[in-house]
């Protein structure tokens, strides 16, 4: 599925050991139709992100993935164009950073 924002989903024979979500579109209108499932607004400090999910550091936006993600995985936010990646953050969370 070349929508999702996981790059690492187009990579051929990975083993695929990850757990999968299912993402309901949650109203985001930022982004074309098709896509808005993969994004929602963060709540601030109290939202907890599940394990498919990633803050954007940029635009402040919850980028989804149908699949688990990791460290050391690229994500694409599309609502400000960034290209991502996936690392552990100061609290042990799953934080990204802009890849240049
Ligand atoms: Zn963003």
Do not use: Q
Not at 41 to 59: I, M
């Amino acid at each position: 599925m070349m929508s999702d924002p996981l790059e690492a989903m187009a990579e051929p024979g990975t083993p695929d050991d990850r757990r999968r979500f299912i993402l309901d579109d949650t109203g985001f209108d930022e982004v074309p139709r098709r896509w808005r499932r993969f994004y929602r607004k963060w709540s601030g400090a109290s939202d907890r992100l599940a394990a498919n999910e990633v803050l954007c550091p940029v635009c402040k936006v919850v980028i989804r993935s149908t699949r688990e993600l990791r460290p050391g995985d690229r994500v694409y936010c599309m609502p400000c164009m960034s290209r991502l990646i996936v690392g552990f953050g100061p609290t042990g969370r799953l934080e990204a950073t802009v890849a240049y």
